[in-house]
């Protein structure tokens, strides 16, 4: 099928100090039972440095695939800036997004397009991964209060999109560093946008490099504020204050399990005081029904 019955997909994938395994992400995605694919490597390695050196050569393995595009960025800038890079230079009609590490299963790009062109209502679509254990989502539609609260997450390479909404609502924000694609489907959804799912696991990550996982949690408790203070008012019914008051305590309760789980009891101590005086109550009764779901 060509043409509308199979619109071509552009797969971005950002890279930086992991060119040993982009071969591999590149791969999961030529190799795709969907046949009508572009992939569209973002090199966000700074020129002169060995990681650049080492990415160039590996890129050579493709350089005669016509499928394969390779944008060079002349700075280190993040991911949300490789992403956007990628989005604009994307000759697809739909985009979707790997990270250098992982790999796609083999029907995960048909599935998706397949639930894309039959659901007209939803611009975007989601599916489960393999990260350690397997995750099979079933939340679809407008998943603002989800992603805020952190109940429920997306990651970066269980979506898919049509370009022209990637582009609409403004792509990835730029200021930041992690919960990027929380920031992107915030965006997306304030701009009436809702995404569907497609209900297995379609993705295999690779927790073997954790070189670029934040280790340090009071970064961690910032990145949090941060999404916090910019999206929490985009969201639907942004003027219930209890619904606001839940998003924020349970993601101070994701905060201080960051702590806990680093056992950087101290700061951990200090996060939950702090918490305590801004909701002494609902923080709480928020972490004790946590705490006894998980015992």
Not at 26 to 44: A, F, G
Request: charged residues 25%; hydrophobic residues 35%; positive net charge.
């Amino acid at each position: 099928m060509v043409g509308k019955m199979s619109p071509l997909v552009s797969v971005i994938i950002p890279t930086f100090k992991r060119s040993e395994m982009l071969p591999r992400a590149i791969n999961s995605v030529l190799s795709q039972t969907y046949k009508n694919v572009q992939v569209v490597v973002v090199d966000d390695n700074n020129p002169n440095t060995d990681y650049r050196q080492l990415t160039e050569n590996r890129m050579k393995l493709f350089a005669n695939d016509n499928r394969v595009k390779y944008i060079l960025h002349s700075k280190n800038s993040n991911g949300s800036v490789a992403r956007n890079t990628g989005i604009k230079n994307a000759d697809g009609e739909i985009v979707t997004f790997l990270d250098d590490d992982d790999v796609y299963r083999p029907d995960k790009i048909q599935k998706q397009v397949e639930f894309l062109l039959k659901n007209k209502r939803y611009r975007a679509v989601y599916c489960g991964w393999t990260r350690e254990k397997e995750y099979i989502p079933s939340h679809q539609g407008n998943l603002s209060y989800d992603i805020l609260s952190g109940d429920n997450i997306i990651y970066t390479n269980a979506i898919m999109m049509w370009k022209k909404d990637a582009l609409s609502c403004g792509g990835w924000d730029e200021t930041f560093l992690r919960h990027q694609e929380a920031a992107f489907l915030l965006r997306f959804f304030s701009k009436g946008g809702e995404i569907g799912v497609v209900s297995e696991s379609l993705i295999d990550f690779d927790v073997s490099d954790r070189s670029n996982a934040p280790q340090n949690p009071d970064k961690n408790r910032d990145h949090v504020l941060h999404l916090l203070k910019n999206y929490i008012d985009t969201m639907e019914c942004s003027e219930n204050i209890e619904i606001k008051k839940k998003i924020v305590s349970h993601r101070y309760r994701g905060i201080l399990l960051g702590y806990l789980k680093r056992r950087c009891f101290i700061g951990g101590l200090f996060f939950y005081f702090g918490a305590l005086i801004k909701m002494p109550i609902r923080f709480n009764v928020d972490l004790i029904i946590y705490i006894l779901k998980h015992v």
